[in-house]
């Protein structure tokens, strides 16, 4: 159980801002689908880029952080961290967000920016705006639509 923290109003403020897990057992992700944040998972991908495990963890936490209130219609998460100049050196850094949703189309952001952290922050803000953008709309989507030969006087 997360312990709440003096700045979360209630325990389940502190369970949309816990970090995402690294991943799960098989048999879970079977049956995923509408799971708690607790239950998404995110991965974290490197690409030429030296992250250790504090960082992964800390990318995680921003995830929960900035997704973890839409963790029902989010089925998992992937996080590409990329150099782009590769070996010739260079200052392009590329973040790369894909969150699949359950019944919507995937959302993919991609930043760059001078230092990682930046492109992370940046890439972690967009994304959060476009899943925002994506479940708002089923949301607001009429749930039956009305049948107009239902209304037509013969």
Known sequence: MIEPRED?????????????PASLPRPVKRASGRTETMRTPAHVRVIGVELDENNCALIRRKLGMKLGKFAPSIERVTV???????????????????VVLSGLPSVVV???????????????RATEQAVRRSV???RMKPLRRRNSATWATP
């Open 8 to 20: 979360y109003k209630t325990d389940e403020d502190a369970a949309h801002r816990a970090p995402l």
């Open 80 to 98: 590409r961290v990329t150099d782009t100049n590769g070996p010739r050196g260079g200052i392009d850094q590329l973040c790369n967000v894909k």
């Open 110 to 124: 991609e930043r760059r920016d001078v230092t990682l952290h930046a492109a992370i922050d940046v890439a972690m």
């Open 136 to 138: 708002g709309r089923r």
